[in-house]
């Protein structure tokens, strides 16, 4: 395989001529930024991040009382004691404060699964208002070194304001996904998280303000523990929301042998993986309007919530999802791919 990187996603960010017209942006508009990264030429999936960005009015948000509500938010209920050791196990707390001008900013502590990163960030030194809606004009987030070791791949990312602490602090949750078709999971090697940030902003109704300043952090992956990881070298699935590059191109394709008519394709999924922050595998074609749901043991579906693919230089593709919030693999007995389920036994 030839060693190209091509990376999944396109930019989608804050409008460039945001101090501009910040101030025609409703008050109810959410305070988000967003980043996708992208290279000409890839027929690549989007990665859909579904974070509330409203700044809330809570004591202390943290990463697990984050968890907790996106975690009853997807499926209606309490989160379990066994959910909760799982995300004890991928967090740690990191502590790492650059200051600009007036403004701090804190990686408080990080979550880090095989592909997705969660960070909580702090600000201080400005006056907070609850009122108001924070962003950064510009961002850049990387991992260092390059997972995907120079084949295919890709990243995106986004920063979300959640809440001003008791001690008014502007708290703000960044959620980092990657597509690595090597393979390589990011808390299990040597890799840092790199996070550039420029130029705070404040937003009020009929106006912005903007406080100037660079702030920068390479923060280690490492995490406290490691979640099991369920493997399936080799499965076929039945699915008619499956489309394949080698056939007609209508839901379904064309079979061998059918005349041309459309019926199910036969999806030929390889290394199969399942962790706690998500599924990947290698498959011979392309999926179509697909997602990924896990069953767990006492009937809870949970969906995923994002993912990407990766066009191999074999014509197969490389397909990875991502689930909401860390989830305890033991508890797993089943995903679904559209209508195609699969037990875990």
């Given at each position: 395989m030839q060693?190209?990187?091509?990376?999944?996603?396109?930019?989608?960010h804050a409008s460039e001529q945001l101090r501009k017209e910040v101030a025609n942006v409703p008050k109810q508009e959410?305070?988000?930024?967003?980043?996708?990264?992208?290279?000409?030429g890839l027929i690549a999936a989007a990665l859909a991040l579904a974070l509330a960005g409203t700044v809330?009015?809570?004591?202390?948000?943290?990463?697990?009382?984050?968890?907790?509500?996106?975690?009853?938010?997807?499926?209606?209920?309490?989160?379990?004691?066994?959910?909760s050791l799982v995300i004890d196990g991928l967090t740690r707390k990191v502590g790492e404060s650059v200051t600009s001008g007036d403004v701090t900013v804190t990686v408080d502590s990080i979550t880090v699964g095989s592909s997705q990163?969660?960070?909580?960030?702090?600000?201080?030194?400005?006056?907070?208002?609850?009122?108001?809606?924070?962003?950064?004009?510009?961002?850049?987030?990387?991992?260092?070194?390059?997972?995907?070791?120079?084949?295919?791949?890709g990243a995106g990312y986004g920063l979300d304001s959640i809440g001003i602490t008791r001690e008014g602090a502007a708290r703000m949750l960044l959620e980092f996904s990657a597509t690595i078709s090597t393979g390589n999971q990011l808390n299990r090697g040597d890799y840092a998280l790199e996070i550039d940030l420029n130029d705070l902003i404040r937003r009020r109704t009929g106006g912005a303000e903007?406080?100037?300043?660079?702030?920068?952090?390479?923060?280690?992956?490492?995490?406290?523990?490691?979640?099991?990881?369920?493997?399936?070298?080799?499965?076929?699935?039945?699915?008619?929301?499956?489309?394949?590059?080698?056939?007609?191109?209508?839901?379904?394709?064309?079979?061998?042998?059918?005349?041309?008519?459309?019926?199910?394709?036969?999806?030929?999924?390889?290394?199969l993986q399942i962790t706690a922050t998500g599924a990947s595998f290698y498959c011979d074609g392309l999926m179509d309007r697909l997602h990924a749901t896990?069953?767990?043991?006492?009937?809870?579906?949970?969906?995923?919530?994002?993912g990407g693919g990766s066009r191999m230089e074999d014509g197969g593709w490389y397909v990875s999802f991502d689930w909401p919030v860390p989830l305890d693999v033991t508890d797993i007995v089943a995903i679904r791919f559209g209508d195609a389920e699969i037990p875990l036994n």
């Open positions: 060693n190209i990187y091509r990376e999944t996603f396109e930019q989608i959410k305070a988000a930024f967003r980043h996708r990264i992208s290279k000409a809330l009015a809570v004591a202390s948000p943290t990463l697990w009382w984050w968890f907790e509500q996106k975690w009853e938010e997807e499926t209606g209920s309490s989160m379990t004691e066994s959910q990163i969660w960070a909580l960030l702090d600000v201080t030194g400005w006056d907070f208002d609850r009122d108001a809606q924070y962003s950064f004009d510009r961002m850049r987030a990387e991992i260092v070194p390059d997972p995907s070791g120079g084949q295919h791949g903007v406080c100037e300043g660079e702030w920068s952090f390479s923060i280690p992956l490492a995490a406290e523990s490691l979640s099991p990881t369920i493997t399936i070298d080799r499965v076929q699935v039945l699915s008619n929301h499956m489309v394949w590059d080698q056939a007609t191109g209508k839901d379904g394709g064309a079979l061998e042998g059918t005349g041309g008519k459309s019926h199910p394709a036969v999806a030929t999924l390889t290394n896990v069953i767990l043991a006492d009937g809870t579906e949970v969906e995923n919530r994002g």
